[in-house]
Structures are given as C-alpha cells and as structure tokens.
C-alpha cells in the first residue's frame, strides 16, 4: 500500500508540474472524452470524484466500483447539439474475494450530411457521418478498510467518414474514507495515453501536375496528418454529510480539475436526499469556477427499492451560456 501511495503522488506531482509548464489551451483531441457521465454528476457540475459509487464511476473515478455491494447496470443518453447523440453504458459486478470488475461504453454518433464540393456546393448526393467511440474494462478493490483503488483501461477511436484514429488510454483513481460524517477524499487520473493519429482512404489525392508536362499519368499521393494528444485530466475532490439523519441527508462535495488542454476549474455540488422504506428521492444542484462556457446546473431523482431489485432515474439540467442548455436522463439498476 505504501509503495502505491508513492507512486499515485509521484504521477499527480508530476501531472501538475506538466500542465503548469505548458500552455495547450484547446490543442487536445478526442473531446467526447470530457463529455460528462450521467446525471448525478453532471447535475453537481462534476464535484463528483469523491461521490460516485455506481457503475457511472467508470467514466469519474475507477475506485468508486468498489462500493458496489452486488451488481449494477447503468445508461445515458445525452442530446448534444446539432442532433448529435451520446450514449454512455457501465456495468459493474463484484466477486467477493477478488474485487470488483467493470465494463463501459461510450458512443457519439453524428447524423449523415451530404458531401460538399467547390465544384458542387449544393451536395453531390453522397454522404458522409462520423463517430466516436470508447471501450473500457475496469478493475477495482478495497485495500484496507478505508482506502480503495481502481484502474480503466481503454480502447479510444475517432472516425470521420473513410478516416479514422484510435489509441489506448488509463485512467486511475482512489478514495479515501475518513470515517465520520461519511467524509470522503477522492482522485482521478483520466485519459493517460499516447497521442491519435488520423489515417485513411479519404487521405488519398492526386498529385496536380500540368496535362502538358505530364499528359498520361497522375501521380497517386496521401495526405499526411499530424498527430494530437488525448485531454490528460487531473481531478481531486471532498464529499461529505454535514446532516443526516434516517430520513433524510445533505451531501456536499468540492472538486479542483486541472484538465491539459484548458484552465483549472473548481466545481462545487449538493445533494439533498428524503428517504423512506420504499423509494428515495434526490434534489441536486452544482456551480462551476472558472469556466467562460458554463456555470450552474440542477437535477433530480429518484430510487425505487423493489424485492431484489433497486431501480434508479437520474435528471439533469446544465446551462450552457452560448448554446442550448443540456439534458440528461440516466437510468439504473442495483440487484
């Protein structure tokens, strides 16, 4: 345990100094990896390291699986702008003795558009779409009664029509419980990886040589790109209940995210819980520092607890000072 700790705080020391020493405001790729997961968090604006403990922790902080006591299902689905479509699917399962296991899935799909040229700007009747994907497997356990770890590994890939770039990515996060009003410290690393590059057909042209110097031939030639990192993020984070009772609970939570590609941000979430026998329902809201786009956001939702099966709808509500507000609608099982 000791030697874990020192490597966790040699990487996060050496996280902050990177991103200290740089400026690579908007240089960064793969951007549907900052797309955040589920309701819950997003209604607490990302204040949420330290909170999660479903299988939506895949996309947060890995160690958060290690609170699932059985098995756990969960699915978003985000309308993002333009018609784009964000699905986001976690399962987690714990085998007692072993830890906890965990499998997600995030797709961005973008409706087809039709080709356009110089020569057709009206279209050419062919389309064209583009997609995102992530894959993950996760692994997750306690290391003493308090301190748990966890680890994502990721498949990453982007594609534009006939062009695609893939890479492979980890994220690694603990959470640490103080003991006493269920005060908890959590961690993230998310998105350490090797840089994408674009490859492909579409890359593929002709060279343009003069008909006169060259009147039988075309010399084939391929575009070449430039590759781009992954948004390298570093997340850390306090939740905690100042008031609870079997009734009822209010959590707070605060987080700092150091992300490489943009500016440090602090968020702070609440979540203000009434419990009965029978089912829970949750009020949410969340406010973010330090973000030109984006400032607060609300949500709700309720646990329904059937015989052996708890089901869960999480709502949210995130203002955008640009654009269109987002809405997310998160669904989950607990058997």
Not at 301 to 327: C, M, P, W
């Amino acid at each position: 345990m000791k030697k874990l700790l020192t490597t966790c705080l040699i990487v996060i020391t050496n996280v902050i100094a990177l991103s200290a020493q740089s400026s690579t405001v908007g240089t960064a790729g793969a951007q549907f990896l900052k797309i955040q997961a589920g309701a819950r968090g997003a209604a607490m604006k990302g204040a949420f390291v330290a909170v999660t403990d479903d299988a939506n922790s895949l996309f947060w902080n890995p160690a958060g699986i290690s609170q699932i006591t059985n098995q756990t299902i969960n699915f978003s689905n985000i309308q993002w702008w333009a018609d784009i479509s964000v699905n986001q699917f976690a399962f987690a399962k714990t085998i007692s003795g072993l830890g906890t296991f965990g499998f997600s899935v995030m797709n961005v799909a973008v409706p087809e558009q039709e080709v356009t040229t110089v020569d057709d700007p009206d279209g050419t009747g062919r389309f064209f779409d583009a997609s995102d994907l992530m894959l993950g497997l996760s692994y997750s356990r306690f290391l003493t009664a308090e301190f748990s770890f966890g680890l994502n590994a990721k498949y990453i890939n982007q594609r534009i029509w006939n062009t695609s770039a893939s890479t492979i990515a980890f994220d690694l996060g603990t959470q640490y419980k103080f003991g006493f009003n269920d005060v908890v410290l959590g961690m993230a690393i998310r998105n350490f990886g090797t840089d994408m590059l674009m490859d492909g057909e579409d890359l593929a042209t002709f060279e343009d040589r003069s008909s006169v110097d060259f009147p039988s031939r075309r010399p084939r030639q391929k575009l070449e790109t430039l590759a781009y990192p992954i948004p390298l993020n570093f997340q850390v984070g306090i939740a905690g209940k100042p008031f609870q009772t079997q009734n009822y609970y209010w959590l707070v939570s605060a987080d700092i995210m150091n992300p490489s590609d943009n500016n440090e941000q602090i968020s702070f979430g609440s979540e203000l819980a009434f419990l009965t026998q029978f089912s829970e329902v949750f009020l949410r809201g969340g406010y973010v520092l330090n973000n030109p786009e984006e400032s607060w956001a609300a949500g709700l939702g309720t646990r329904i607890k059937l015989t052996n099966v708890n089901a869960v709808v999480d709502f949210s509500y995130s203002e955008h000072k640009y654009l269109s507000a987002i809405q997310r609608i998160t669904f989950t099982l607990e058997f």
